[in-house]
């Protein structure tokens, strides 16, 4: 519990920090923060899968604030909002879906309308720009046309791809940023053009540097030579919304990563975003007849993210994050921030001198074992999903580095997934029902994570979910991958109402490129081989007491216990530990070292699952009858089971210190055993 509370407050902390960064205030230090678990004043709803906020003005004695899942209103225009939620609706989805609200937007569509009409001669450019584009794709969705109608269609679809690529290119930075959204969205597109456009993702022509070192002297304050004793003359990288150059910083001679906002960006995405959830709106029939939502919700969803992508600032936040998440593993590199010298248009990091993850020879000379480092990639992804809930969007080979320590190191965190904790808990359910080849609640778990719409009939899903599945799996979960799972899945989604959320999106992409790193590193790699040590491990360890009845789901099949999954599950979780207790990607020199480093190998620590089971064996009924059933079933005593499963985890735990911590825990436990008790005896009385 102590673990989901300060994960909770991490998350409270990164969105108060949102807030007293865009919300002008007299001053940061007079707003309070309050969040309050749901079992405490209820500030915390888990029915409604929303996170609310309060802020009070404790020193000027502002007025009242309302608490909308929403935004923050005062009270005394609330009731000049209630105009605005019909347009706001798409968010309010999207705080639903991610079961977090945030408690400052820097993308409402009234803001980006307002800021697009303010400035003068806005409705000619407007139409100059509306114009342009309904030209430009106009004509190139008549050559479609025309290809259906005289029969090749098929044929040039690679040319017309090509085509479609180019034609964002000259259309300006969001039409980039769109494409490159495209690129993972089979929801929306078809597979041949998602292939296509990947190449924005890479492929990006630069600003000229003089404009670049402009940008960088205005958010400096000062002359780059008084600060950088060297600046590279060629970017190291280019973007949509900006670019990256190498330096020397003159006072310590540590060499940094530049990143710079194109110039004059800003005025243009917003133009665009409404451009675009203007054409949005006449589209919203065929968009919830083929998705089963709305196209503005669409637009919102990108536009949320590309303004949030505006902000250096808010990478800056992103970075250090990270850096909390991962501080004491020796697994994983993140680069710090020089906040001094960064801004909102330009952000100032630690250079990072890896080895690109491409090039494995190059990996091997550096005395780094390929599957342990492999191991190490694995592991640090599927920790920043299922544990943290921030999530690198964007590892592409250009992002993810090799050490020569043995670390994996990330750079370019603008693009993240957040997930939330109930988002979390939902994925988990999705892997034990895939487990249990549960198809039906497997359906279910695509609605609530916000894939259908709500109250979408999944039964015609279900039998493509259980084909998809087995068909994976047919040869063996050692050659399960997921880039036949997502070719799968693409057919899927393109045709049932199904749309991917932003932030799955990201994860998708997320998990394909870093399983394509490790095939270009290892062709014979076994992802599922390395992922599950690790969701066997979080399943009997981790103190989140909701993980504990995933594991009980795991562990019974059609009301049998499965005791060799148990035994299956304790020694992936051993392998887990042991790999992860030190760095695998380091080669060991020699037999010597090999021996030093097992005497300092963590143990299995299986002590809170130990008291939970202990304290649900007693409160629980029904888990009660369930392991008495299982310890009875086919009308014998399965002690030998039972001593396979002692064998295995013996070595692991101290018996003394676990039974100390139950007895400690024991009078909570009574007490909760006798209200439990009590309320079951009440209830068979009425």
């Known amino acids: 519990m102590l673990h989901i509370i300060q994960q909770e407050l991490c998350i409270a902390k990164r969105n108060m920090e949102l807030y007293t960064t865009f919300l002008p205030t007299t001053s940061d230090s007079s707003r309070l923060f309050l969040l309050k678990r749901d079992h405490q004043s209820l500030l915390v709803s888990r029915n409604k899968g929303l996170r609310l906020f309060q802020v009070v003005n404790a020193a000027s004695g502002a007025g009242a604030v309302s608490v909308t899942p929403k935004k923050l209103i005062p009270l005394e225009k609330k009731s000049k909002s209630i105009s605005k939620e019909a347009s706001n609706s798409a968010l309010e989805q999207l705080d639903i879906e991610r079961g977090v609200c945030i408690p400052f937007r820097k993308y409402t569509p009234e803001m980006v309308r307002n800021k697009v009409l303010e400035s003068r001669g806005s409705i000619m450019g407007l139409l100059g720009r509306g114009y342009e584009i309904i030209w430009n794709l106009g004509l190139y969705w008549s050559a479609l046309m025309y290809d259906c109608l005289v029969g090749r269609d098929k044929e040039v679809v690679p040319y017309r791809a090509r085509q479609l690529r180019n034609l964002l290119c000259d259309l300006g930075p969001s039409f980039i940023k769109a494409g490159q959204v495209l690129a993972n969205r089979p929801d929306i597109i078809r597979e041949d053009y998602m292939n296509e456009l990947c190449i924005l993702q890479d492929d990006v022509p630069p600003f000229p540097n003089k404009v670049a070192f402009a940008i960088i002297e205005e958010e400096l304050g000062q002359p780059l030579e008084n600060v950088f004793s060297r600046i590279s003359s060629q970017t190291i990288a280019a973007a949509s919304l900006g670019q990256v150059y190498r330096a020397t910083l003159r006072d310590t001679g540590e060499d940094v990563a530049i990143k710079v906002l194109r110039p004059g960006i800003e005025p243009i995405i917003y133009r665009d975003l409404f451009l675009f959830r203007t054409l949005a709106s006449f589209l919203n029939g065929i968009s919830l007849q083929k998705l089963g939502c709305n196209a503005e919700l669409i637009?919102?969803?990108?536009?949320?993210?590309?303004?949030e992508e505006l902000d250096y600032t808010l990478e800056a936040r992103n970075i250090e994050d990270f850096l909390e998440n991962f501080k004491g593993d020796p697994t994983v590199k993140i680069p710090r921030v020089y906040k001094n010298l960064s801004g909102s248009r330009v952000l100032v990091m630690e250079w990072i001198d890896g080895i690109r993850c491409t090039d494995p020879q190059a990996v091997k000379d550096a005395g780094i074992d390929v599957n342990g480092f492999l191991t190490v990639g694995v592991s640090a992804a599927l920790r920043q999903l299922l544990e943290f809930g921030l999530f690198h969007g964007d590892p592409h080979p250009g992002n993810i580095f090799a050490m020569r320590d043995g670390r994996i190191a990330y750079v370019d965190f603008g693009n993240v997934a957040v997930l939330s904790q109930q988002n979390k808990q939902i994925l988990i359910d999705a892997v034990v029902h895939a487990v249990n080849e549960d198809y039906a609640e497997m359906a279910n778990d695509f609605t609530r994570l916000g894939f259908l719409a709500s109250g979408t009939d999944v039964a015609p899903i279900i039998p493509a979910l259980e084909a998809i599945w087995q068909n994976s799996v047919g040869k063996g979960l050692s050659?399960?991958?997921f880039r036949s799972v997502t070719g799968k899945f693409n057919q899927l989604v393109y045709n049932y109402p199904i749309r991917i959320p932003e932030r799955f999106s990201l994860v998708i992409r997320s998990l394909l490129t870093q399983e394509g790193i490790c095939f270009t590193l290892e062709p014979d790699f076994k992802f599922l081989e390395v992922a599950y040590p690790y969701v066997a491990k979080r399943l009997l360890t981790d103190p989140n007491p909701a993980l504990r009845e995933r594991l009980i789901q795991v562990l019974f099949k059609d009301g049998?216990?499965?005791?060799k999954r148990l035994e299956n599950l304790i020694v992936l979780?051993?392998?887990n530990v042991t790999k992860m207790?030190?760095?695998?990607?380091?080669?060991?020199?020699?037999?010597?070292?090999?021996?030093?480093?097992?005497?300092?190998?963590?143990?299995?620590?299986?002590?809170?699952?130990i008291k939970d089971g202990a304290r649900m064996f007693l409160i629980d009924a029904g888990i009660r009858r369930q392991l008495i059933m299982a310890l009875t079933e086919d009308s014998q005593l399965h002690i030998q089971e039972l001593l396979d499963v002692y064998r295995l985890v013996e070595d692991q735990i101290d018996i003394p210190s676990v039974a100390l911590e139950v007895l400690q825990d024991l009078p909570s436990v009574t007490r909760d055993f006798m209200l439990s008790w009590s309320e079951s005896v009440l209830s068979d009385r009425r």
């Open 581 to 609: 207790s030190q760095n695998p990607a380091l080669q060991v020199k020699s037999t010597r070292q090999a021996d030093r480093s097992r005497q300092f190998e963590k143990k299995l620590d299986l002590t809170e699952t």
């Open 560 to 563: 049998v216990f499965q005791w």
């Open 479 to 481: 050659d399960f991958n």
């Open 573 to 575: 979780a051993k392998e």
């Open 299 to 307: 637009v919102d969803e990108f536009g949320e993210k590309l303004l």
